[in-house]
């Protein structure tokens, strides 16, 4: 059986990690708001990297039924961070 190198393990974390942080989300915005996949990639990492020139903004607004699904997940996410917190 074959090692793998660490370095091998970390460039595939990179990799995967582009794939879910930025290109991802890039083809959904060119879907969505009918951007070039360049300006969507930019607009995801200067997104992510919290820039935030506000060259870009999107001018779509979720579907609701997307947006409730969101909300409700922040709201359990909230929860759980703070009862984890008061209880120790």
């Known amino acids: ?26 083809y959904v915005f060119t879907l969505v708001e009918d951007w070039s996949m360049l300006d969507a990639i930019y607009y995801s990492v200067i997104s992510l990297t919290t820039i935030g020139f506000g060259d870009l903004i999107p001018r779509n607004e979720p579907p609701m039924s997307k947006a409730i699904h969101v909300k409700n997940e922040s709201m359990c996410l ?5 009862e984890r917190n008061l209880t120790g």
């Open 1 to 26: 059986m074959t090692k793998i190198s660490p370095g091998a393990i970390s460039s595939l974390y990179v990799i995967l990690g582009c794939i879910l942080l930025i290109v991802i989300p890039s």
């Open 78 to 82: 909230c929860y759980g961070f703070t």
